[in-house]
């Protein structure tokens, strides 16, 4: 199906999405397009790799992330009780 593309084909394919899409955003498009690619090859490495490892090395890998992606517990500060706040009348009506 693909195969009988021509390059007058592809011309007014690309025609059309510049008129769909404006010529300003389409090198915005191609850059988004290309980090997704990139992102995406480096999850395939990754998933790859652990595949890999030994049960061992990856749950020590797991425990060693989990426990870096935890915050410290802040410190716990007293509770303060502010007294009942007293506003001065100024209702003068006599």
Request: hydrophobic content about 45%; aromatic content about 2%.
């Amino acid at each position: 199906m693909l195969g009988n593309l021509g390059g007058v084909h592809l011309l007014i394919i690309l025609g059309i999405v510049i008129l769909l899409f404006g010529a300003t955003k389409l090198p915005a498009l191609a850059k988004g397009l290309g980090q997704s690619i990139n992102i995406f090859k480096k999850e395939m490495g990754d998933d790859e790799k652990k595949a890999k490892g030994t049960d061992a090395g990856v749950q020590a890998e797991r425990m060693n992330t989990a426990a870096a992606a935890e915050p410290a517990a802040p410190v716990a500060q007293p509770v303060v009780n502010p007294g009942p706040s007293v506003q001065p009348n100024t209702d003068h009506r006599n």
